[in-house]
C-alpha cells in the first residue's frame, strides 16, 4: 500500500481546519446527518470534537446505519444527543435510547435516503462525511455509502473528514447511483449484482462545503464472538436447506442470490456457506453488508460476485481487503443503501435472504428488534428490505436464549417486525420449519417439533391447546400469550 | 352497447363447451387458480358446475384478489375448499376459514403472481379465468386482472369462461405486462400512472387450453355502506391533512399521485376527494381497485388518470362505466397486480398511500386482517404493498367500534400487518396523528390527544403511566397489554 500524496486526497480549493473549528460550525440544536453503515467509513474527528466541546448539545443524529463509538458513544457519554435515528449497535446509545434520555425512531434501510428527501425525518442541518478524497463538489466515500448520498443532497451544509488511514483506492469499489425526486424518478438499471451504473464520487453543492478535516484513525469496527456449537448446527441446518432449495427453487436455475444479516450469527453463517453444495451454480451475494466470512468464500473463489453497502470486516477483514484492492475490486461493488436494499432489485434477482431475530413466534411473526417488546437492541436495518422482497425469507436464529432459560419460539412476539406474509422457512439449531404455504395452525405445529427447543416443546402444545379453545384463524389465549409458561 | 358477433368473442379453432363438462376436467383435489380481483372479473359457470357436481372434492383455491359469492360462498357451502390463498371478504368462507375448516394463508397482493412462480404457494393445476374473447393461445380479462397472466403462465391446464355480459371494449383498458423469472427480470418501465407497457392481451401455451365455456352473467359486486357521520368526519380530517400535505411534501410539487384501500371506508373517502384542495395540482389515481367514488371524480375532471387492477364498481358504477368504455380509455388503465401494487412504482412516483384497519396501536402498529388476533377479517391484500412503499403512509380509521364499546386505538395491536416503521400518520373521526418522525412514546401521546375518541383517552392515559413503569423504548405492560381496559 503506497502513502497518496495530498494532492491524491484533496483536490482544488479546499480549505482544510481542525475538527474543533468544523465542530464549532455546528449549531447546538441541529440535525446532523452522518455517513456510516455497518460500524464502518463514519465521521470520527468532528463527532469526537463536538463530544470534548463542553457545549450545550442537543442535537438530532441520523446515520445511514449503525456507527462507531466516537458518535454512539462518545457524544451519548456527553449527552449530547437528543435524538437518534434509525439504527445503533453500542451499549451507551441502546442503554440511553431504553431510558428514554434519547428519542428514536428506526426506520428501514432502503427508504432513509427517501425519509430525509421527503421530509418523513428532520432535513439535517449539515451533513458530515468520511471521505478517502474530496474535491471542490464532490468526495470519494470509505468503508461504507449507506445513505450518505441522499443526505448529502438533502443537508444544507457539508463537512467532510478525509481519513488518511482510509486507502484512496476503496473508490476502485464504490458505485455510486442518485435517484431523482418522484415522480420523476427512473427504474434502477441495475441488472447484474456485479453491474456498475454510477460513479465513485458522491457530488455536492460546492457553496455547501463549509469545513474539511483530516484524520488518521481506523474505524472501530465490529468484533465478532466466536461460533457457539449451538450456532455451528444453526449454520449446518441452514446449509442442507440452501442446498436443497437451490435445487427445487426455479429463481436458482443458474445462479444463486443470498445476502446475509449482519452480526455475529450472520458472520458465522457465512463463513459456513463453503459447506452448501449449489450443484455447480454459481453463487453471488448481494446483500447490505459485507463481512469475513465473505472474504473467505471471495479468496476460495466460491463466490463470483458481492454487492452490499458497507465492507463491514473486523479489523482483521480489513486489513487483507486493503492489502489487494485492486483484485477485489474485479468482484466487489459497494452502493448506495437505496440500491443495495432496493425491493426491486432484491425482488429482480430472486435473493434468498438469511436474517436473525429476538424471537419467532408459532405463526410465523418475528421480533427482530425488542426484547420483551420493550427494550431496544439494535434497530430493524435492512432485515425486512430483504425479507419482505426475497424469494425465499429465511429467518436463522437459536431456539433458545439466556442459555437456554428462555425460548426464541415463542406463542405471541411480543414486538412484530416481520409479519406472517414475509417469513418462508425457519431455521434452528434443532432444524427446519417450511413454513411457505402452510395455515397458521399447520406453521405452529411445524415450528414446534421442528425449530423449538424440546425441553419448551411441551408448554408450547399446551398454549396452542388453550388457544384452539377459543379458536379463530389464528389461536390465540391472549391472557396467557405472554405468561405461557406459568399458565395452567 | 353493441351485441358483439360470436367472431369478435372468440377467434380461431377453440371449441366450446359446458360448464359441467369443463368442471370435470378438474381433478378433486386439484390446485385451481382462478382470475378475479375486487369481487369482479371471476370465472362464474365452472365454480358452480363444481359446486353442483355432487363430487367429493377438496380443491385449492388461489385468487388475485376477493371474488363473488359462486366461489367464496357455493364452493365454500359445498365443502369443496380445503385451502384458499390469499384474500376472500364473503361470510361464508370467512366462518369457514376462523372455523378451520378452509386452511388460509393471506398474502401480499403485489407478490402473489411470484408466489406461484417461485413454489411458495402450490402449482395450479388449472387457472379458471373470466374473459371478454378469446383465441387459441390468448384471451382478453373482463373486470380485473390481478395476477391472473402468472396464474395462467404457471397452470398446467386453462379453463376460459367467455361471459358476454361483459362489455368487449374492456380490452381498451387492459396492459398486460409479463416480468420474467429472476435473476433476468427487467426494471418495470412504467414511469406515468396512464402509460401502456403491455398488450390488452394475457398470453398462454395454446396445448393448455382445456376447454372454454360460454357464460352470460353480471359479476357479484361489491356494495357499500352508506358512509356513517362518523365516516363523513374522518372523510373530512383526511381531506384537511392531504389538502396540507401536498403543499409541503416535496413528491407533490407538480403532481399528487393517491391511493386509497378497497371497502366501504375506502370507497366514502375516495368520495370525498372532490373536497381536497390540491392547490391546482394533477390529481393522479395509482391504486389496486377502481370504486364509484372515483368515477366520480373522473367525471367531474378531477382526476387526471387512474390506474388499477380492477374496476371494483358498484353494478350501477359498472353501468355508467360500461356506457362509455371508450372515453374513460383515455384515462383509466387495468394492469396486472405485480404493476399495479409494484414496490418500485409506487415509490416512483411517491404515491399517497390511505388504508384502513382494524385497531392501531400507541406506538403505530396496525392490526388490518384479526379482530382480536384470531378471527380474520379477509386478509391483509395490498395495503402492505402500498404503505410499506408509499411516499406518505395514512392510516384511516373510526377511532371506535361496535357502536362505540370498543376503542381501535388500543395498547398493543392483537395481530400487527403493517408495523411501526411503515405508518406515516393516521386519522380518525377525531382528529390527524402525524407520527413522522416521532419515538414511540411520543406516538403514544399524539395517538391518545388526536385520534383516540374521547371516551378512552383515560385509560390509554393510564396503561401508559403503567407501561412506563416497566421503562424501555416502548414501553408496555404485557400483563395489561390485552385487557388495559378493566386493569386498575
Redesign the interface.
Known amino acids: 500500500m503506497t502513502v497518496p500524496s495530498d494532492a491524491d486526497r484533496i483536490a482544488g480549493d479546499v480549505r482544510v481546519v481542525t475538527a474543533a473549528a468544523a465542530a464549532d460550525s455546528i449549531a447546538e440544536d441541529a440535525a446532523v446527518a452522518v455517513s456510516g453503515f455497518g460500524s464502518v467509513g463514519y465521521p470520527k474527528a468532528v463527532p469526537q470534537a463536538l463530544a470534548a466541546s463542553g457545549r450545550d448539545l442537543s442535537l438530532t443524529i441520523i446515520s445511514g446505519g449503525s456507527v462507531g463509538d466516537e458518535i454512539d458513544t462518545e457524544l451519548v457519554e456527553a449527552g449530547a444527543i437528543a435524538?437518534r435515528?434509525p439504527f445503533q449497535t453500542r451499549a451507551a446509545s441502546r442503554a440511553a435510547?431504553?431510558?428514554?434520555s434519547i428519542?428514536?425512531?428506526?426506520?428501514?434501510i432502503a427508504?432513509l435516503g427517501?425519509d430525509v428527501?421527503?421530509?418523513?425525518?428532520?432535513t439535517p442541518d449539515v451533513a458530515v462525511v468520511e471521505a478517502v478524497s474530496v474535491g471542490e463538489d464532490w468526495f470519494v466515500p470509505s468503508t461504507s455509502i449507506g445513505q450518505t448520498p441522499s443526505f448529502v443532497r438533502n443537508a444544507d451544509r457539508l463537512v467532510v473528514e478525509v481519513n488518511d488511514a482510509q486507502p484512496l483506492d476503496l473508490r476502485r469499489l464504490h458505485d455510486v447511483y442518485l435517484p431523482a425526486?418522484?415522480?420523476h424518478?427512473?427504474?434502477?438499471?441495475l441488472?447484474?449484482a456485479d453491474e456498475r451504473i454510477g460513479t465513485p464520487r458522491i457530488p455536492f453543492d460546492a457553496d455547501a462545503l463549509t469545513a474539511v478535516v483530516r484524520t488518521d484513525t481506523r474505524d472501530a469496527t465490529y468484533t465478532f464472538r466466536e461460533p457457539t456449537p449451538e450456532v455451528r448446527d444453526l449454520a449446518a441446518n441452514l446449509g442442507a436447506f440452501l442446498s436443497d432449495e437451490v435445487r427445487?427453487?426455479?429463481?436458482c436455475e443458474?445462479?444463486v442470490?443470498l445476502q446475509f444479516g449482519v452480526g455475529s450469527i450472520g458472520n458465522a453463517l457465512m463463513g459456513e456457506l463453503e459447506s452448501i453444495d449449489v450443484g455447480g451454480r454459481d453463487l453471488v451475494y448481494y446483500g447490505e453488508v459485507i463481512q469475513d466470512g465473505l472474504l473467505n468464500m471471495l479468496d476460495a473463489g466460491l463466490l463470483s460476485s458481492a454487492s452490499a453497502t458497507s465492507l463491514a470486516l473486523t479489523v482483521e477483514g480489513q486489513d487483507r481487503l486493503f492489502a489487494d484492492l485492486n483484485a477485489y475490486a474485479d468482484q466487489v461493488v459497494v452502493r448506495p443503501a437505496n440500491v443495495s436494499n432496493?425491493?426491486?432489485i432484491i425482488?429482480?434477482?430472486?435473493v434468498l435472504a438469511v436474517n436473525s431475530a429476538v424471537e419467532v413466534d408459532l405463526y410465523g411473526?418475528v421480533n427482530a428488534t425488542?426484547v420483551?417488546?420493550?427494550?431496544?437492541v439494535n434497530g430493524?436495518g435492512g432485515s425486512?428490505d430483504f425479507s419482505?422482497?426475497a424469494?425465499?425469507s429465511v429467518i436463522a436464529l437459536p431456539s433458545t436464549a439466556a442459555g437456554g432459560d428462555v425460548s426464541r419460539i415463542v406463542p405471541?412476539?411480543?414486538?412484530?417486525?416481520l409479519?406472517?406474509?414475509d417469513v418462508?422457512v425457519v431455521v434452528t439449531e434443532q432444524g427446519v420449519a417450511d413454513l411457505?404455504?402452510?395455515?397458521?395452525?399447520?406453521r405452529a405445529a411445524e415450528l414446534i417439533t421442528e425449530c423449538a427447543h424440546p425441553s419448551f416443546r411441551e408448554d408450547l402444545r399446551a398454549y396452542v391447546e388453550r388457544a384452539e379453545r377459543?379458536?379463530?384463524?389464528?389461536?390465540?389465549d391472549?391472557?396467557t400469550?405472554?405468561?405461557w409458561r406459568s399458565a395452567e
Chains 1, 2 share one sequence.
Do not use: K, Q
Open positions: 435524538r435515528y435510547i431504553n431510558e428514554d428519542a428514536f425512531h428506526d426506520r428501514h427508504g427517501d428527501a421527503f421530509g418523513t425525518l428532520p425526486m418522484p415522480p424518478r427512473e427504474p434502477i438499471p441488472r447484474r427445487r427453487n426455479p429463481v443458474d445462479v442470490h432496493a425491493p426491486s425482488r429482480r434477482l430472486g411473526h425488542h420483551r417488546g420493550t427494550n431496544v430493524i425486512s419482505r422482497h424469494a425465499v405471541m412476539a411480543t414486538h412484530v417486525d409479519t406472517e406474509h418462508s411457505r404455504g402452510l395455515a397458521p395452525r399447520e377459543t379458536g379463530g384463524h389464528i389461536p390465540h391472549l391472557e400469550a405472554f405468561d
